[in-house]
């Protein structure tokens, strides 16, 4: 197809249920040029290609909010999913738009982390995508290029309380405020990184050096104390504030208490945490190794507590986390757990899981599942109503799901080229039937269509709904 016939393209979605931003309605919808041009009962087909979408789920394309594609890129324990092939996996999942993270190297700029992440993904995406920006350092110089950022699209961010690239609690002050000014967000991963370091010296002290050691060293209290204290940084910085991959109940009940004293913040979380608990800990061998990721996979309880996060509002977008070390590298900390990449793949997963486990299930509504993965994640980031709602004018990114399909996830049909799924031989209800990105047809029967035909989404600022 040709670039003209790609401006030019129509399509009509007939017979769908289209999940609107004021709830579901029998419709028909018109797609010219990109955008949504046309909503309503029995429109004409014109000149427009006809997609029948009867006994169907018309969403707008779903956004997944964390991806880490061509993580540590050049190294030994360097990701399986590179741009193409982890958008690919994405697009074919309903993900429509990513939003990776781009990491400077310590000591450089922010500037050349985007200049990186660009190079790496132009040209080379399924779906479109944006970079969150990672602050490893908060200097003057790194402070001086926040506008720059702005300017140029870039408009949310994450600090660490953990590892090596963690900041101090004043360098997240300062650059909260700074963030804030530029009308952007930060996310933060939380959880106190010197406990944790100091429980993974004990517990290799005493011999444990394998997997199930993992969610010892990193208990829910570990991510609780770092919520509470991200949270009233925040509050004193007087700005909203992201918690990214919030991961169990006792954290939740951090977030209610901050929302009840009227403080402003917004809350990821992840499939790995509604659907596994700690029990992948102790699989045969070294199996569990796949599990590896922090914060872990928590207690049974934590998991029940989260859905009723979801459908009450206090969970407000879900990301995926995706990082595909694949088996081999996993293994490279076969003889001591804190060097277990951690990680796991799921981007193409996140849309199925949240039909079958949450809307199939009775939990949440269809709704409120575009809400999680398309409205919020847009308002959030920048992107609304450009991205993330069905309405005229909108860009044409649109999923047809097929609620009445049913099957079992496996990595040998997903479209990552990690060697593994997480949620390997899991039943699923429904499917995705097809995409359109951009106004294009890039997704049918599930499988591909074309080569790379994602953008780049220059976003403005955050629009805080609370």
């Keep these: 197809m040709t ?19 004021d709830g579901p309605r029998q419709a028909d919808l018109r797609t010219e040029g990109g955008v949504i041009t046309q909503i309503g009962p029995g429109l004409p087909a014109g000149d427009s290609q006809v997609l029948d979408a009867s006994g169907k789920l018309v969403f707008p394309g779903f956004i997944d ?43 450089a700029s922010l500037q050349s982390a985007l ?6 993904a132009d040209g080379k995406a399924a ?7 990672t602050i490893k350092d908060w200097t003057p110089a790194i402070r001086a290029e ?8 870039i408009t949310s961010y994450k600090v660490y309380m953990a590892y090596p690239i963690g900041i101090s609690d004043v360098e997240i002050y300062e650059a909260l405020q700074a963030i804030g000014a530029e009308g952007g967000v930060c996310g933060c991963h939380c959880e106190n990184g010197p406990l944790a370091d100091a429980r993974i010296a004990r517990l290799l002290a005493e011999g444990r050096t394998g997997p199930d050691a993992h969610p010892e060293a990193r208990p829910v209290q570990i991510e609780a104390e770092a919520v509470v204290r991200y949270l009233t940084i925040a509050e004193l910085a007087g700005v909203p504030v992201n918690i ?21 913040l917004y809350v990821e979380t992840c499939p790995q945490y509604l659907l596994l608990d ?3 800990y102790h699989l045969p061998g070294f199996e569990s190794a796949k599990y590896i990721f922090a914060p872990p996979a928590r207690p049974a309880g934590n998991q029940e507590a989260l859905w009723q996060g979801l459908a009450d509002g206090t969970v407000d977008t879900i990301g995926t986390d995706h990082c595909s070390f694949t088996t081999a590298v996993k293994a490279l900390g076969r003889d001591d757990f804190s060097k277990i990449p951690g990680g796991l793949p799921g981007t193409e997963d996140r849309g199925i899981l949240l039909y079958t486990y949450g809307v199939a299930s009775g939990r949440i509504t269809p709704h409120r599942m575009m809400e999680l993965l398309s409205a919020n994640p847009a308002r959030l980031f920048g992107m609304y109503p450009q991205k993330g709602a069905l309405q005229v004018n909108s860009d044409a990114d649109i999923v047809i799901y097929d609620p009445n399909k049913t099957g079992r996830i496996h990595a040998a049909v997903n479209h990552s080229v990690c060697d593994y799924d997480p949620y390997e031989g899991m039943e699923t209800v429904g499917g995705v039937d097809a995409v359109l990105l951009n106004g294009v047809p890039a997704v049918e029967n599930g499988e591909p269509l074309g080569g790379p035909g994602g953008r780049f989404v220059p976003r403005g600022p955050s629009q805080f709904w609370r």
Aim: glycine fraction near 10%; hydrophobic fraction near 35%; aromatic fraction near 6%.
């Design 65 to 107: 909010t964390h991806t880490h594609f061509e993580m540590n890129k050049g190294q030994p324990n360097e990701t399986a999913d590179n741009w193409a092939s982890g958008t690919r996996s994405a697009l074919c999942g309903g993900t429509t738009t990513v939003l990776d993270f781009a990491e400077p190297v310590r000591g």
């Design 244 to 264: 990214v991959h919030l991961s169990a109940a006792r954290s939740l009940e951090a977030v209610r208490a901050a929302r009840a004293r009227g403080q402003k």
């Design 146 to 153: 926040l506008p720059a950022m702005t300017a140029q699209g």
């Design 127 to 133: 779906c479109n995508y944006s970079f969150h920006m």
């Design 278 to 280: 700690d029990g992948v």
């Design 115 to 120: 200049d990186e992440w660009h190079a790496r």
């Design 3 to 21: 670039g003209k016939e790609r401006l030019t393209m129509s399509i009509l979605i007939r017979n769908g249920t289209l999940i609107l931003p």
